[in-house]
């Protein structure tokens, strides 16, 4: 695992529909602010993508530095939602095999164009969320 200076920060495809869905998903529920978000098409976003060997170009898995520390591929996943209130109860799944987690996240990731598609350009948050994106 790798380290980061800056911690809570979710690296996301910014211009994969679901990965710009989930990132909504968890600044709803982040009551606190506790997350910040860095699509990798940013500087910030693609910097930190090849600092943890994730291809700019052509991600295949979001990340999040939490505690100092880089998880990536369901992990990543299930350490962001164990953070949000009323969803604590995810952290049972790591009890799951990472090879089965990760192969079922790997078959989402590779599919995600495919079937949630994909935007033409980085999406672009509302005022609200725009005050925690990092670029």
Same mark, same amino acid.
Request: proline share 6%.
């Given at each position: 695992?790798?380290?980061? /200076? ?7 495809? =910014? +211009?994969?529909?679901?990965? !710009?869905?989930?990132?909504?998903? %968890? ?31 052509? /991600? ?7 505690? =100092? +520390?880089?998880?990536?591929? !369901?992990?990543?996943?299930?350490? %962001? ?55």
């Amino acid at each position: 695992m790798s380290t980061w /200076p800056e911690d809570d920060v979710i690296l996301f495809d =910014g +211009v994969c529909i679901f990965c !710009s869905r989930w990132v909504r998903f %968890v600044a709803k529920r982040d009551k606190t602010g506790r997350f910040r978000f860095t699509p990798i098409q940013s500087d910030y976003g693609t910097r930190l993508a090849r600092t943890f060997g994730i291809d700019p170009d052509d /991600p295949d898995t979001n990340a999040v530095v939490h505690g =100092g +520390v880089v998880f990536m591929k !369901s992990d990543a996943a299930l350490t %962001v939602l164990s953070q949000l209130p009323r969803w604590g109860w995810v952290r049972v799944l790591f009890a799951v095999p990472k090879p089965l987690r990760d192969a079922a996240y790997g078959l989402v990731a590779r599919n995600r164009y495919r079937i949630f598609g994909k935007y033409d350009a980085c999406f672009v948050p509302d005022a609200d969320l725009r005050a925690r994106v990092i670029e």
